[in-house]
């Protein structure tokens, strides 16, 4: 293993069938890379993008486009190939904080070796190096062997978060049908925002998959095609997951909608039948209250009374009107 703070840090591994794997320093696997010697596996993590672009461009001798791209951090997953290397992205997907983080990880993919490289940790990149270094002819015997590898433990990542939520979004439906006030529309966007960051990052994969199985590519055997196949299967379960989640969010969007409408209706409703009860006695109370001369009620002993009961009376006849109707 070569590690620079500034720089990058790279470790690499090296196979020959007829003898046990090792660990490369940086100077050994530039070597083995150089004389295609033995399987060779390099993973690169990139500290500082300058210094790795001209490892990658000068050392590695990859082509500068796509050196570019995979020390992009936004970079769209993609297949690309250059003077006999297989390059393409992916993006692996990790929870944080409630959510999801995905970091890209290029792969260029030659006869006899696979570089990848990545600016973010990848846990999953370490583990799999572990076990091709222990058993590398079970893992992974040729560059599109590790490939698939790769792709296949990058796609499974997908599956957890798909199903988390799934269970997100069932929950949202639950509580919006049961009546359940505490849910808040930032709830529902976020769920739906997070279905579809897990849609734009898991279609392109799926894309080149699909481009590795219908073009003609020569670094990739045919007994790797059936096991490309089956990681292909799989996004498409994944994105066919996040679709259906995402018009379950949609409805689930729609009925808050619903039920929030519903419920400013039900307010206006009463504060409609208040204020009609209110109109109506102050109706009474206006008319009494105008002091004209000749009112014959203003000498009228039970004036006062009779004015008070007839606001109970119209008030309580409306009320019931408004029960009888429904409305209360």
Sequence with gaps: MSRSDTAYTLQAGLWHPDSAPTLL????????????????W??????NTDATRDL????????????EDALSPNERPALQRYDGVLFLTAHAVYPSDGGEVYREV?????????????????PLLNHWMERWLAQPQRVGKTPAHLLHLL??????????????????????????????????????????????ELRQHITPLRDILNALLRRDMELIPEEVVPYLQDVYDHTLRIAELADLNRDIIAGVLDAHLSVVSNRLNEVMRILTVISTILMS??????????????MPELQWRAGYPFAGALMVIVGVAEYLLFKRKGWL
Excluded: W
């Design 25 to 40: 320093e940086e100077h050994a696997a530039l070597q083995a890379f150089e004389r295609s010697d033995g399987m060779l």
């Design 42 to 47: 390099v993973d690169i993590h990139a500290h």
């Design 56 to 67: 990658l461009t000068q050392r590695f001798t990859f082509h500068p486009l796509a050196a």
């Design 106 to 122: 290029a792969c260029f993919v030659g006869r006899r070796f696979l570089v990848t490289v990545h600016t973010e940790p990848v």
């Design 151 to 196: 792709l296949d433990a990058i796609v499974d990542e997908y599956f957890p978060v798909g199903d988390a939520l799934e269970e997100k979004a069932d929950d949202l439906e639950d509580a919006i049908f049961a009546g359940n006030s505490s849910v808040q529309i930032a709830d529902i966007l976020r769920a739906k925002r997070r279905l579809l």
């Design 281 to 294: 006695s102050a109706l009474i109370a206006g008319i009494y209250g105008m002091n004209f001369a000749h």
